[in-house]
């Protein structure tokens, strides 16, 4: 398997702003875009050997590195207005995701029924896409010299264009990750360097950039070290014979930093897992018929704590004849996916690692369809991301597909629906997200309708200054942890400070949230139980603390210190934190946490029993936990006990 396509499908960050929150002024005075047609199609390279990537969402983490978002500064609103273009008219601008400033020349590839056609930005990063025929378009390549580029399998694209003769959208942003080389080390547990070690680069972007594979393995140098580019957000794995391997997310503190550790523990036993199992088959449609590009998924059939092969998962692309084949697996039992845009995937649970002989079938489904509209006015919104979630319990849901469409007419469409419960979520720049349940019954093969209505967000305020000094900090960056959806086009809640440390959030959902506070040689923090209010919100003062000469910046947060995952009716604790408060109770991994403070986390739902964990430090809270090692009584879990945990500050 060509491993090295696996960063081609992660290293982009390509966002769709209707939905960046950060409003500030546009410069005047800038050039008409230019644009080139051409006619026919382009011609997508050839999906050559399957490509190994992390296909699941990483869980919520109750600690400080789930904010992902990245920032920019210039957001207009999408509006769609009236033109004399023939088939409709798009209008926008490539920009920054980092210093929100215009992407000259970058490339934008639509495709569509009227073959493909291409548009550049101007100086300023403006860009204007006049389709060749009315119909649904897709955005299929976005190049940029400097930039990660967005390039998903041919057809595969999330980001669809709707043209309708007579009406021009314009004020789109597209934001566009830029490269950023890093300085990484590995070190041992006694923080001596390790030469030698075998580095790879994972992040959760596996379908964005298909066409455009880019270097995901690296290997230490004498002194431990390895430069590479990767986008925040990705995850760098370390392994060595000599020590039990490790990993490190590169955070927004690393990506200003420019440096990442990776820090590996002491070997347990003399060998590691043998990883020379593999799995492969063919992805078919219902009558037999070979699917070419349909991506397949092999995670874990296991939870926490005992999980097979890589925790992340893994990926592949099936080749002409439908084929695929995943190597370097662990034995042991997995769970096996194909998707196709338009159709409803094939899934195969409990494979055991070795299998050859697998068949995935793809079948019709139903298709949800929509209008999303402004909660006052009813107008239509013109620019929304759709995320679609499949429940799998009463507060565990898996990602099941996110689109993003302008259209003029705030319409909808998804394609290839299975059976089955979902959460359907809409977000749009400006506006407060909005969540519906979907049932889609069994037999299904038509329409299933839901609309929604979103009613303008709250605003929160205020400032981030030196931790001491007092002074302002230009260019800190403030996300909200856990809301918007994620991957390419997703609704970002975050903003940059402006030279007096000010920032404006907008479109917020009323309630407790949690802040991540973030900038350049100083020390990032995460703030939880900040209320959003539906009037006014008091404005935030934030501190931040300065890094001494050669100190790494950290991350400080107050909480339990553990990663947490929904399973069924529990958060369930992955990584348990040094030194945090869970560590000190005796709580481990694969322990599930069904009550805090007597209400079942089923009643609070999962963003609600995050929030309830954090709180003020020294601060004390009951937890009723179901022991990973406590037996149950026949089909029956393990009853829970209640353990009283303290909330500590922690840095990593």
Same mark, same amino acid.
């Given at each position: ?105 970058? %490339? ?50 999330? @980001?669809? /264009? ?21 300085? =990484?080390?590995?070190? =041992? ?205 009463? @507060?565990?849901?898996?990602? /099941?597909?996110?689109?993003?469409? !302008? ?62 000094? =007092? ?8 996300? @909200?942890?856990? /809301? =918007? ?89 992955? %990584? ?29 739902? /999962? ?5 309830? !964990?954090?709180?003020? %430090? ?31 500050? !922690?840095?990593?």
């Amino acid at each position: 398997m060509d491993r090295k396509r696996t960063l081609g499908l992660l290293v982009i960050v390509l966002v769709l702003v209707g939905g960046l929150l950060l409003v500030l002024r546009e410069r005047g005075g800038e050039q008409e875009p230019q644009a080139t047609r051409t006619g026919g199609t382009v011609d997508p390279k050839p999906a050559a050997a399957p490509a190994v990537t992390p296909p699941p969402p990483k869980p919520e983490r109750e600690s400080a590195q789930a904010a992902k978002a990245m920032p920019t500064r210039l957001v207009p609103a999408t509006r769609a207005e009236d033109s004399t273009e023939p088939h409709g008219a798009f209008e926008g601008r490539v920009i920054s995701a980092t210093t929100g400033e215009g992407v000259e020349g970058a %490339e934008l590839t639509f495709a569509g029924p009227g073959g493909a056609t291409s548009a550049r930005s101007n100086a300023s990063g403006r860009f204007r896409f006049v389709p060749s025929t009315a119909g649904t378009w897709q955005l299929a390549v976005v190049m940029a010299r400097g930039y990660l580029p967005f390039g998903p399998e041919w057809g595969q694209s999330p @980001i669809r /264009f709707t043209a309708v003769p007579g009406q021009r959208i314009s004020d789109l942003v597209l934001a566009l990750t830029p490269e950023v080389e890093l300085l =990484g080390r590995v070190e =041992g547990a006694d923080g001596q360097p390790v030469a030698g070690a075998q580095v790879r680069m994972l992040t959760g972007r596996g379908e964005e950039s298909v066409l455009f594979p880019t270097a995901d393995r690296y290997t230490s140098d004498e002194r431990g070290e390895f430069r590479f580019r990767a986008p925040e957000g990705a995850i760098v794995e370390a392994r060595h014979p000599a020590h039990a391997s490790a990993r490190a997310e590169v955070t927004p503190s690393a990506v200003l930093s420019r440096r990442l550790v990776v820090k590996l523990g002491k070997r347990e036993g003399t060998t590691a897992a043998p990883l020379g199992e593999s799995l492969a088959g063919r992805v078919v449609t219902g009558g037999g018929t070979a699917v070419t590009g349909a991506l397949v998924s092999v995670v874990s059939a296991s939870a926490w704590p005992r999980r097979y092969g890589d925790e992340l998962g893994y990926e592949t692309v099936t080749d002409q004849e439908g084929r695929f084949k995943v190597e370097g697996l662990e034995p042991g039992s997995y769970d096996v996916t194909a998707r196709l845009m338009g159709l409803a995937p094939g899934e195969l649970r409990d494979v055991a690692a070795g299998r050859k002989d697998l068949v995935l079938t793809l079948a019709q489904g139903a298709k949800l369809v929509g209008t999303v509209r402004d909660a006052t006015t009813g107008k239509p919104l013109p620019s929304f991301t759709l995320d679609v979630l499949t429940k799998r319990g009463p @507060i565990q849901s898996e990602g /099941f597909a996110q689109l993003s469409f !302008i259209d003029a007419q705030g319409h909808y469409e998804l394609a290839g629906v299975p059976p089955g419960s979902y959460r359907v979520q809409v977000a749009a720049h400006g506006y407060a997200p909005s969540e519906t349940g979907v049932e889609v019954p069994k037999g299904t093969s038509g329409a299933v309708t839901a609309n929604f209505s979103l009613a303008r967000g709250a605003k929160l305020t205020g400032r981030v200054l030196e931790e001491g000094s =007092g002074l302002p900090l230009e260019r800190a960056r403030i996300a @909200i942890e856990g /809301f =918007g959806t994620g991957g390419a086009l997703s609704v970002r809640y975050d903003a940059l400070t402006d030279a007096q440390g000010q920032f404006t959030l907008d479109g917020l959902p009323v309630g407790e949230v949690t802040l991540y506070v973030s900038a350049e040689k100083h020390h990032s923090r995460l703030l939880s139980g900040v209320s959003v209010r539906p009037d006014a919100t008091p404005p935030q003062v934030i501190e931040l603390r300065k890094t001494e000469e050669g100190e790494e910046p950290q991350v400080e947060l107050v909480g339990i210190g553990a990663v947490l995952a929904p399973r069924e009716d529990a958060l369930v604790l992955g %990584e348990v934190m040094p030194g945090g408060g869970a560590a000190e109770a005796g709580l481990v991994t694969g322990d599930g946490i069904v009550r805090i403070n007597g209400r079942p986390v089923v009643e609070l739902g /999962f963003t609600e029993a995050v929030q309830s !964990i954090r709180g003020p %430090e020294g601060s004390r809270l009951v937890l009723g936990v179901r022991k990973a090692s406590a037996p149950g009584t026949g089909e029956s879990p393990a009853p829970a006990v209640d353990i009283t945990v303290t909330r500590r500050r !922690i840095r990593r």
